[in-house]
């Protein structure tokens, strides 16, 4: 059986890693597929397999930003796009939202409010009825987030299926199988806190009060069924 490739494009916090493991640990976690059924790969010095050669793919969130024009982002965003083309089934995550946006001709930067953070309501719209990955899902539910990047113009093909007040374009599709979300459905409630601990002073910075970030965290159940979801769908 062809794997479902996780594109890891960069690592998380030293102490997260030590204690929840690294971005791909969470994803692998998600899907609830059989270790052999799926494959890491490092955008950063990894050969990209070849469309025809996996199932469905995954793109990291990083630490990295997108604007930054890195050679091997850009080599990532043209393998996007031959992915897209092929109709493989694809999920951007935060920075792989970013890249597929960017990838299709879309506009990122920094969100001109700065950081998003902490466990948020996201609402889905109409599209959402006949979307093979989110159909069924309330109207509202809460998230995790930790972003300071945003897409800011979404790609000519793309079709909006989530906002909520900060955030315009929380998660869209483009054709029928690939996704990006701005959030975070790898990621749980402890993981959260421990990114505002570790982005403390990018909290204080954008006027957020850690405190009252720390008492809105939750656990965020229908954002984690995406990946399950996503795995059903390949």
């Known amino acids: 059986m062809k794997p479902i490739v996780i594109v890891k494009t960069g690592k998380t916090f030293p102490d997260l890693i030590d204690k929840h493991g690294d971005f791909e640990d969470w994803i692998s976690k998600g899907l609830g597929q059989l270790e052999h059924e799926i494959k890491v790969v490092n955008a950063e010095s990894d050969p990209l397999p070849e469309p025809n050669q996996i199932r469905g793919a995954i793109i990291s969130g990083s630490h990295a930003y997108v604007t930054d024009g890195l050679h091997w982002c850009l080599r990532l965003e043209d393998w996007t796009k031959k992915v897209i083309d092929h109709q493989i089934p694809l999920l951007g995550i935060c920075f792989g939202h970013q890249v597929i946006a960017k990838a299709m001709d879309g506009i990122v930067d920094f969100h001109p409010v700065g950081l998003e953070i902490g ?42 299926l989530a906002r909520n007040e900060f955030e315009p374009h929380q998660a869209f599709r483009i054709g029928k ?13 402890d993981a959260t806190k421990d990114y505002i601990r570790n982005l403390i002073e990018d909290v204080r910075s ?3 009060d850690p405190g009252q970030l720390f008492e809105q965290i939750e656990e965020t159940p229908y ?8 795995a059903e769908l390949v």
């Open 119 to 160: 466990t948020r309501e996201i609402e889905l719209l109409p599209s959402c009825n006949h979307d093979p990955l989110f159909m069924g899902l309330p109207g509202r539910f809460k998230v995790h987030l930790f972003h300071s990047q945003s897409v800011i113009q979404l790609p000519p093909r793309a079709t909006l």
């Open 177 to 189: 199988n690939a996704w990006g979300v701005q959030f975070h459905p790898e990621a749980n409630s």
């Open 206 to 208: 954008a006027d957020l």
């Open 223 to 230: 954002s984690a069924s995406l990946l399950k979801r996503f």
